[in-house]
Nanobody, 114 residues
Framework: QVQLVESGGGLVQPGGSLRLSCVAS????????MGWYRQAPGNQRELVAAITRRGSTHYADSVKGRFTVSRDNAKNTVYLQMNSLKPEDTAVYYC????????WGQGTQVTVSA
């Protein structure tokens, strides 16, 4: 089993920044890829960014150049640095980890509004 706990969400003005963190516990040694998804009201959950254990990254086109995903394997933590935030980035952000199974965090709300 793997447990994921996100933190760092909140309310920010357009153009602002936030940094999300996700700490994995349990059988975290078994985790390969980790990532961030988001889900806005009425929308499907979508991939925002992903990172492999070796550090290769993938981003949704809508966040390229604004968001950066990183990972500290020693701390079992994945981060999402979000800059130049837009109102359309408003969503619940979920941490994801792929091990033998796929695990999800509980989600953290990000609201971008003036």
């Amino acid at each position: 089993q793997v447990q994921l706990v996100e933190s760092g969400g909140g309310l920010v003005q357009p153009g602002g920044s936030l940094r999300l963190s996700c700490v994995a516990s349990g059988r975290s040694y078994s985790i390969n890829n980790m990532g961030w998804y988001r889900q806005a009201p009425g929308n499907q959950r979508e991939l925002v960014a992903a990172i492999t254990r070796r550090g290769s990254t993938h981003y949704a086109d809508s966040v390229k150049g604004r968001f950066t995903v990183s990972r500290d394997n020693a701390k079992n933590t994945v981060y999402l640095q979000m800059n130049s935030l837009k109102p359309e980035d408003t969503a619940v952000y979920y941490c994801n980890a792929d091990a033998l199974f796929t695990y999800w965090g509980q989600g953290t709300q990000v609201t971008v509004s003036a």
